[in-house]
């Protein structure tokens, strides 16, 4: 029996077959490190766990929910866009509360696409920016990642040789994978770049707090003139409040792709258990001494890594915003890939790391190396890895010659 329709628009996960070696050598008895997903390890605020056991079997809130969200929390998130980004939002009209920001993207792919509508990804980029398209029938051309003049370049190319024209463009800043982050004059060229081509702006804004130069906070690309004209920005509490698992987010921005959104959710969800949406009314309401608490944490993990990466011989650039490390793989060791050099740091040194190839082709010479572990544990990753690096002249000596699957 052959793979169903959109099945096979999908290839295999790659994370998958790194987690399954992961598994295997933790069910052996191994203290693996985890470095490889981004689910943060803190605790999420503890007046917004009050907030949620306080409203959990008060009257009604086992109920039906609405698949919007309920009015507090839109306003709650409208409130922060306007503190955050002075940028005023309608809280009927203008957000829409998610499922986390990732459901949100997958259908608005769902609300906007065609079959056989082209869409501009960046490449590398998080997997659902190019699967949520794939899986309604979309077909992806890749524009770079990084926020430089190249950038336009290469998305003026994609337009003009594109056919059918691209309908909609996708960015993330601070990124996820490379932790690259944009500026607010290149999202005016992005808006002026949507506008001349007529495209749809898609801005995956996630990590917005999670920065390390105080000084320069990432922006909002709805901070630009006209940009709610053509754009909606998706946005998440999940590394903000450390509320992965609560799955909150939302989309915000242009009234009449929102309502597109709504009304392709409506039919697919009554939103989120009630308790947790007032529970992340009361996170985006109250003290941000959790955010900054946050913030310093991941800062002192990515010091960390850094200096003790470094001594174990494998630099890492160091990221001013996320909660991840975009890190190229040692010379010796670049030619098998990122996903053989991936099982290899789980087999060889105990620690699991994100293959770049599972973010696009055009990260293959790169892994993800998330700051999900405290310094402790941190150091001792880099400890494993120099002892590995060490050895493998003697332990693989095939490495070298082994070549890239294609």
């Known amino acids: 029996m052959s793979d169903f329709y959109r099945i096979k628009r999908l290839p295999p996960y790659v994370f998958e077959q790194v987690n399954r070696i992961k598994a295997a050598a933790r069910a052996n008895g191994a203290d693996i490190i985890d470095l490889g997903m981004g689910n943060p390890d803190l605790q999420a605020p503890q007046h917004v766990i009050d907030k949620l056991v306080e409203t959990v079997g008060k009257p009604r809130t086992d109920r039906y929910s609405a698949s919007k969200g309920i009015g507090g929390l839109r306003r709650a998130q409208a409130g922060y866009y306007e503190r955050r980004f002075g ?3 309608n809280p009927d009209t203008q957000v829409v509360a998610t499922l986390g920001s990732k459901e949100g993207f997958a259908n608005m792919a769902q609300a906007i696409t065609e079959p056989g509508d082209v869409i501009l990804v960046p490449n590398p980029s998080y997997p659902i920016h190019a699967f949520g398209f794939l899986m309604a029938g979309g077909v992806i051309r890749s524009v770079p990642a990084e926020p430089t003049p190249d950038f336009f370049i290469a998305a003026e190319r994609a337009v003009a040789h594109s ?14 994978p490379t932790a690259y982050v944009a500026s607010l004059d290149f999202y005016r060229d992005l808006v002026a770049f949507a506008k001349k081509h007529e495209l749809i702006l898609l801005s995956d804004l996630a990590y917005s707090e999670v920065y390390f130069d105080e000084a320069n906070p990432p922006p909002s690309i709805l901070q630009v003139p006209g940009a709610m004209d053509v754009a909606v920005e998706f946005t998440s509490m999940s590394k903000t409040f450390s509320m992965a698992g609560w799955r909150i987010g939302f989309a915000v921005g242009n009234e009449r792709l929102l309502a597109a959104l709504a009304r392709v959710k ?20 109250g003290p941000d001494d959790c955010i900054r608490e946050m913030r310093a944490t991941y800062k002192r993990r990515r010091d960390v890594m850094v200096d003790s990466f470094a001594k174990a011989g494998w630099d890492v650039p160091v990221p001013t915003a996320s909660m991840f490390a975009w890190v190229q793989i040692p010379e010796k060791f670049r030619p098998m890939g990122s996903l053989e050099f991936s099982k290899l740091l789980v087999e060889k040194a105990d620690v699991a ?15 993800r190396i998330a700051l999900v572990e405290n310094e402790q544990r941190i150091r001792q990753a880099a400890r494993n890895i120099r002892k590995f690096f060490d050895s493998a002249d003697q332990t693989l000596h095939n490495v070298v010659p082994m070549v890239r699957r294609v």
Do not use: M, R, W
């Open 266 to 285: 409506s039919y697919l969800d009554y939103g989120a258990f009630t308790p947790v949406q007032v529970a992340a009314t009361a996170a985006l309401n």
């Open 353 to 367: 790391v994100a293959p770049g190839i599972g973010f696009g082709e055009h990260g293959d010479d790169y892994v």
């Open 87 to 89: 940028v005023k939002l």
């Open 163 to 176: 056919i059918p024209k691209p309908v909609a463009l996708v960015v993330c800043y601070p990124s996820n």
